[in-house]
């Protein structure tokens, strides 16, 4: 007997699929937006230049010569695609290089590289827990790290974002769960740019007995003097048990990577289904990783680090300035046992509702800025909110011509649409 059920059919009925037509056919739709020109601060979209405001390439490595060189070389020597797994016929000298500069920078034992970032979180978790386990997240954490618990069948707990409080009420209940412990979390949250209160979060995986995972994707080359991530920078890096970072940001490339004990880093090399089933990345991928690596650990890396926090605060300051309601720096505890504010490179301004959102992007778009545009579920309902984000190559004048367009994209259409929310709200 046949089956009735097409599988298909949901689709014509799926409240996404109508709003991103609607969206599309009204012209506001802010994803998918063709790009023609490298990731640089100033960016060719549809014809036209656009500041760039929303891209994770932090350092502006992407479009440095010595890493595009990297790219280069890795080319010639090992081609366009290594066609297999890194088990097989997929590791090259330069994966096992940038394994150990990766260990060395994190200070860890050992450190794998993965294909991308998301198959680092789904074969790392989906590997160490399994049905009867228990993955205790942060409700904010990157889809990554849900879909590796997904994977394990381990029990997910969520607590509230950034609440150790409520962390430690999950991992009462997970200590009755009667199995192990994972507390995941990221380390700067990809939309809003916070930062995890690692100091705490870590005692309590002490007292507790929880093995911690900090997801670094957007911390590493962005926070601590060796850029290695919130980790480094609240100096928690012994009391942080696997360290997971991708190249898809400030290391200007594509790929992911785990460092930890030897130990653990070798049974996800023989275990981790994300690992094994799927190709090695391409070699100009990893050659541009290593490079903007060694970028990174050099002497200029310190400048570029500290290069673009200090547009992050431009950018904060000038928007706040103008009456927009930007997220402030999260504050935390430091590695000295002190409250520290620590800024990120994303500066998000908040802007409430779906529509608002997307059509103030539209504004901004269509007077020379791009940013990003986030909803729910990547944030909490009715917050959505325009991420933007700086590179260490935005110089002053190009952060300046950004403010100004958003002062007059704001008076524009707070005329017309009423006001928009203002510092504090
Ligand atoms: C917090 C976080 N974790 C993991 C990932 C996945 O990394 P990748 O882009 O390398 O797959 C991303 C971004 O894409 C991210 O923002």
Request: proline letters at 4%; charged letters at 20%.
């Amino acid at each position: 007997m046949a089956t009735s059920i097409d599988v298909f059919a949901k689709i014509a009925s799926n409240e996404r699929m109508a709003q991103l037509r609607a969206a599309r056919e009204a012209g506001v739709l802010p994803y998918f937006r063709e790009v023609q020109s490298p990731a640089m601060p100033v960016v060719e979209m549809e014809g036209q230049p656009r500041i760039m405001l929303g891209s994770n390439n932090y350092l502006g490595l992407t479009g440095d010569e010595r890493v595009m060189q990297g790219a280069r070389d890795a080319l010639a020597r090992y081609g366009t695609g290594l066609t297999g797994s890194r088990l097989l016929n997929g590791t090259t000298a330069l994966h096992l290089e940038l394994e150990a500069e990766l260990a060395e920078w994190m200070g860890t034992e050992a450190a794998i590289v993965f294909t991308t970032g998301h198959q680092a979180n789904l074969a790392t978790i989906g590997t160490l827990l399994g049905p009867g386990d228990t993955v205790v997240a942060d409700a904010g954490d990157h889809a990554s790290l849900l879909d590796g618990a997904l994977q394990s069948r381990a029990k997910l707990r969520a607590f509230r974002h950034n609440r150790p409080d409520k962390l430690e009420v999950a991992l009462q209940k997970a200590a009755r769960d009667g199995s192990g412990v994972l507390v995941v979390v990221d380390g700067v949250f990809s939309m809003e740019g916070d930062v995890a209160p690692l100091w705490e979060i870590a005692e309590l995986c002490a007292r507790y007995g929880a093995r911690l995972m900090v997801d670094e994707a957007h911390a590493v080359g962005v926070l601590g003097e060796r850029g290695a991530g919130t980790a480094e920078l609240l100096g928690v890096e012994d009391r942080v048990d696997l360290r997971m970072g991708t190249f898809s940001k400030s290391l200007a490339s594509c790929g992911g990577f785990v460092a930890g004990d030897s130990d653990v880093v070798e049974f996800l090399r023989i275990q981790s289904r994300a690992f094994l089933f799927t190709a090695s990345g391409v070699p100009a991928a990893v050659g541009a990783a290593l490079a903007a690596l060694r970028v990174i650990r050099s002497p200029e890396g310190r400048d570029l680090l500290a290069r673009v926090l200090a547009n992050a605060r431009r950018l904060n300051l000038g928007l706040h300035e103008l009456g927009f309601s930007v997220v402030d720096p999260s504050a935390v505890t430091g590695a000295s046992g002190a409250r520290e504010t620590v800024i990120t490179p994303i500066v998000p301004v908040r802007v409430g509702e779906d529509w608002k959102c997307v059509l103030l992007w539209r504004a901004l778009y269509d007077a020379g800025v791009f940013t990003n545009v986030a909803l729910h579920p990547a944030v909490p309902l009715d917050g959505a909110l325009l991420r933007t984000s700086v590179m260490a190559t935005h110089d002053d004048a190009i952060l300046d011509r950004a403010l100004e367009v958003f002062a007059t994209v704001k008076r524009e259409f707070e005329l017309e649409h009423g006001p928009l929310p203002g510092p504090g709200e």
